[in-house]
């Protein structure tokens, strides 16, 4: 089987640990297990006992049950845990895709499920959201246009990376009807969701809003645990039977250290508190890099993200993006990530969630280039 290059992946897989300053990462400071531990009934030496088994394969009882509560009307048996929610979406390609049939993916996008249509059914077919009057929307005869009857599935990641934009209820109904218009699945990758900008409301779920719906998810990105490796998929139980006996084929299961402190953060006071940190973080420091971007109206084109700790900005500059990517990280040592790894064209990746203070000095060294490229 062949398989494409991730391009993004392996950007950042080779040079993320080489350079002084890394704003390529989407998500927010990480939480420790010490505050994941605080406030609740199991303790460091509770936790320190765990003993390291076999967890069960699909997760544990807990694990699921407290899963599905973020999910209205799911229930346990919608929910399987996996390592992350890369290989949730690898999982979810592998089970609804042969060969046949097409994928609607829409971009920019997380590149995953883009390789993936290729790699497991005939090819990958797109749609796009478009920065248009100083806000993303969603492209609605591109939607039209790339879902035909040979389309087995729907892929849009919302909110998004790496705009930032949340969906709207009319743009959620349009890719309802138009997956439904050919019987297709829809899988929404929704790891951004809890990390909303200007408002306490978490973003709305595709979940229960047509029969044939997956959701991935995880807490690497909202949550701020992405060493824990946790990722899920919720689905209908026919479905969950099919991801699960795949899942027998890769990880077989989450960790049990993984495992367990899933089900303590996914509480839901815990969980709450956890996203309310997460808003916290990218509200105090969202506002220094629109500083810098909207300072540079001159190169750039920006729309204020509406959830996650990244920030896109299209610009103007005589260079590909994939070309001034590479010059800003081999002349200043700064790690940023192109639009082309997107799907789209001439366009910047920030991310913000991390030391502020950092970002903003390595964003003080991408001026350099920024002027060399102007002249």
Known sequence: MHIDLFEMERMQSLYWHQVDYDLSESGVQPLR?????????????????????????????????RIAAWYPGATT???????????????TCW?????????????????????LGRAFGDGTDTFSLRLHGGHWELDADQLQASITDATRVVMVCN??????????????DAIVAAAERVDAWIVADEIYRGAEVDTDEVSPTFWGRTEKVVITGGLSKAFGMPGLRIGWA????????????????????????????????MEPSKRDAILARTRRIIRRQLPRLEEWVLARDDVFRYARPKAGAIAYAEYDLPIPSGELID?????????????????????????????IDHTMEGLARVDTVLDEARA
């Open 159 to 172: 909110p998004n990376n790496p705009t930032g934009h949340v969906l709207t209820e009319a743009e959620m």
């Open 234 to 265: 919720v689905g209908s139980e026919a479905f969950v039977h099919d991801f699960w006996v795949r899942h027998d084929y890769t990880t077989l299961t989450p960790s049990m250290l993984s495992d367990r402190l899933c089900a303590l953060a």
């Open 95 to 115: 089970t609804l895709l042969e060969p046949g049939t097409r994928l609607a993916f829409m971009v920019p996008n997380y590149m995953e499920g883009w390789g």
């Open 77 to 91: 048996e919608n929910v399987t845990v996996v390592n992350g929610g890369s290989e949730a979406n690898f999982l």
């Open 327 to 355: 010059r800003i990280r081999e002349d200043q040592s700064v790690l940023l990530v192109p639009g082309e790894v997107f799907g789209i064209g001439d366009g910047i990746r920030f991310g913000f969630g991390y030391d």
């Open 33 to 65: 297990i010490d505050e994941l531990l605080d406030g609740t009934a199991l303790s460091s030496e509770g936790f320190l006992s765990t003993a390291l088994g076999y967890p069960l394969s699909e997760g544990s009882a807990e694990t699921r049950e």
